[in-house]
C-alpha cells in the first residue's frame, strides 16, 4: 500500500541550481497535485493536472514546470532555483471528476542557500 | 488568496474536552473537506461535506456546514493525545474546477 511517493524526501540547493521533485501514486487516480507549503501560509497550490495529458497552473506557478509523465507519474521541475522557493512540498492525487478527498505523499523539505 | 481561514490559529486543551475548529470561506462552494498534518507528515483526509448537507459525523468527529453564513465547523469529542495535530479546511469552490484551495489551519495540541 505505497499511495503517493514522493523522491527525494530532503534536498539542499544553491541558488540557481536545478532540480525536478518525483511524485508517483499507484491509485490509479486521474488527478494529481503540487502544493508547498509554508509557515502560516497552509497548503498553496502550484499546479495540477485534472487528468493524463492536461495541466494548469494553480495559485503559485512562477519558477515552476511540471510534467504529467503518464498515469501514475507527475513531477515538478525547478529549473534556476531561488531562496523564496525553500519550502515543502506536496504531491497528492485523487480520483478526478467532482473532486474527492485527496492522497497526500509524505512530502520533500527544501532548501535554497 | 486563501479560500479558507481557520479559527483559533491555534487551540490547547486537556486529554477527554472537546476541541472545535471553525472555518470560514468567501465564495460558493462544491465541498468542504476538513484534514489533519501530524507534525513532519502529509495531510490525511478527515471529511466531506457537500455543499447541500449541513452536517456529517465520522466517528468522533463532528462537521457542520453553513452556506449562509460561509462558515464551518470540526467538532473532535472525547480528545486524546493523538489528536494533537494541525488542522485544515479546504474547499473546492464553485467554478473552480477540479482543484482544492486549503486554509491556514489550527494547530491543535491535546496535554496529558
Not at chain 1, 499511495?3 to 501514486?25: D, E, I, N
Not at chain 1, 493524463?52 to 509523465?69: F, I, W
Not at chain 2, 491555534?10 to 460558493?28: D, F, P, R, V
Not at chain 2, 456529517?56 to 464551518?72: A, I, M, N, P, Q
Request: proline letters at 2%; one cysteine or more; aromatic letters at 8%.
Amino acid at each position: 500500500n505505497a499511495g503517493v511517493t514522493q523522491t527525494p524526501k530532503f534536498q539542499v540547493l544553491k541558488t540557481g541550481q536545478s532540480m525536478t521533485l518525483q511524485c508517483a501514486q499507484d491509485m490509479n487516480h486521474n488527478s494529481m497535485y503540487w502544493y508547498r507549503q509554508d509557515p502560516g501560509m497552509g497548503l498553496r497550490l502550484i499546479y495540477y493536472s485534472a487528468s493524463e495529458g492536461t495541466t494548469d497552473k494553480g495559485e503559485v506557478p512562477n519558477g515552476y514546470n511540471v510534467s504529467r509523465l503518464n498515469k501514475r507519474e507527475f513531477s515538478l521541475r525547478l529549473e534556476s532555483a531561488a531562496p523564496s522557493q525553500t519550502s515543502v512540498y506536496f504531491c497528492a492525487s485523487s480520483e478526478g471528476g467532482q473532486i474527492g478527498k485527496l492522497f497526500f505523499g509524505s512530502g520533500t523539505q527544501l532548501s535554497v542557500l | 488568496s486563501q479560500q479558507g481561514e481557520e479559527d483559533p490559529q491555534a487551540l490547547s486543551i486537556q486529554e477527554g474536552e472537546n476541541a472545535t475548529m471553525n472555518c470560514s470561506y468567501k465564495t460558493s462552494i462544491n465541498n468542504l473537506q476538513w484534514y489533519r498534518q501530524n507534525s513532519g507528515r502529509g495531510l490525511v483526509h478527515l471529511i466531506l461535506i457537500r455543499s447541500n448537507e449541513r452536517e456529517k459525523h465520522s466517528g468522533r468527529l463532528r462537521v457542520t456546514l453553513d452556506t449562509s453564513k460561509k462558515s464551518s465547523s470540526l467538532l473532535i469529542t472525547a480528545s486524546r493525545a493523538a489528536d494533537t495535530a494541525s488542522y485544515f479546511c479546504a474547499t473546492v469552490f464553485t467554478g473552480g474546477g477540479n482543484k482544492l484551495t486549503f486554509g491556514t489551519g489550527t494547530q491543535l495540541k491535546v496535554e496529558l
